[in-house]
Nanobody, 127 residues
Framework: QVLLVESGGGLVQAGGSLRLSCATS????????MGWFRQAPGKERDFIAG????????YYADSVKGRFTISRDNAKKVMYLQMDRLTAEDTAVYYC????????????????????WGRGTQVTVSS
């Protein structure tokens, strides 16, 4: 079982920035594909960004490309999401997710790719 804990959410004005963190208990963190999703009230959970276990490949939804940056520190077992130029449309609960170790196929935008999920952290952007 892998425990994921998000932090860093909060209230920010439009145009501002936040950095989310996702800390894990995984002993094999460096072999996990990781991702960020978000869910706004009344909407489905949407893919935001993903990063492969090797950190060489990153993936973004079109809605955040150029504004958000996903990264990971395998030594610290932490994943990050730097969010810049935030807008009211970015208001949502943000979830981090992890695959099982050594999955053969990593499809970062598919929620079914991930076996483990955090409880989420609220991000509210005031306009």
């Amino acid at each position: 079982q892998v425990l994921l804990v998000e932090s860093g959410g909060g209230l920010v004005q439009a145009g501002g920035s936040l950095r989310l963190s996702c800390a894990t208990s995984a002993g094999t963190f460096s072999s996990l594909g990781m991702g960020w999703f978000r869910q706004a009230p009344g909407k489905e959970r949407d893919f935001i960004a993903g990063i492969s276990w090797s950190t060489t490949k990153t993936y973004y939804a079109d809605s955040v490309k150029g504004r958000f940056t996903i990264s990971r520190d395998n030594a610290k077992k932490v994943m990050y999401l730097q969010m810049d130029r935030l807008t009211a449309e970015d208001t949502a609960v943000y979830y981090c997710a992890a695959t099982k170790s050594g999955v053969a196929y990593y499809a970062p935008a598919q929620a079914t790719t991930y076996a483990y999920w955090g409880r989420g952290t609220q991000v509210t952007v005031s306009s």
